[in-house]
Structures are given as structure tokens and as C-alpha cells.
Nanobody, 116 residues
């Protein structure tokens, strides 16, 4: 079992910044992927970014150049720095952990609202 605790959501004006954090605990494997997905009202949950334990980063096209994912493998944490936020970034953001051994886990979600 893996537990994920997220923090850092909130409300911001367009062009602003927020930083999301996710702390993983439990049966953490040395080889894993941590990332962020988001779900806007009435839409499916979509990938935002992920980063492997080996340091490879992947972003969805709409956030490239604006969002940065980072990790601290020693602390089992992942962060998402979100800059130049747009109203279309408004969604519930979910931390995700996956590994071959432990499986696939979600955090509880944190709301991000971008509005003037």
C-alpha cells in the first residue's frame, strides 16, 4: 500500500503561480513514477506531468514551458511548480504514484482555481 498526501492548491489570478506538493509513504519501490493529473468539471482526468525515479520528465503539451515537475527521491516527494496559470488550468489536481511492484495509487486531490 502507498499513501499520497497532497498540499498547495488554491485560488490565483491569471498569470499567477502555485506550487503543489505530494508526499508518498508506505511501500515505496526504488523504481517508480510520480506525477500529476487533473480533472476539470465534466471532463475526464488527464495527465499533466510525470517524472520517473530515474529523472525523466514528461509534460502534456498545454503546460510545457509553464509547469515544472520535480522530485526528492530520498523524501519520496514530488512537486509541481505552476507558473503563468490560465483559467483553463482550473481543475482538481491529483498526485499519482505507480510502480510495477506496488501498483497504482491516487492522492485525494487538491483544487486549483485560476480566475480574475
Amino acid at each position: 500500500q502507498v499513501q499520497l498526501v497532497e498540499s498547495g492548491g488554491g485560488s490565483v489570478q491569471p498569470g499567477g503561480s502555485l506550487r503543489l506538493s505530494c508526499a508518498a509513504s508506505g511501500s515505496i519501490d526504488s523504481v517508480n513514477v510520480m506525477g500529476w493529473y487533473r480533472q476539470a468539471p465534466g471532463k475526464e482526468r488527464d495527465l499533466v506531468a510525470y517524472m520517473t525515479s530515474g529523472g525523466v520528465r514528461t509534460y502534456t503539451d498545454s503546460v510545457k514551458g509553464r509547469f515544472t515537475i520535480s522530485r526528492d527521491n530520498a523524501k519520496n516527494t514530488a512537486s509541481l511548480q505552476m507558473n503563468s496559470l490560465k483559467p483553463e488550468d482550473t481543475a482538481v489536481y491529483y498526485c499519482n504514484y505507480k510502480s510495477v511492484v506496488a501498483g497504482f495509487y491516487w492522492g485525494q486531490g487538491t483544487q486549483v482555481t485560476v480566475s480574475s
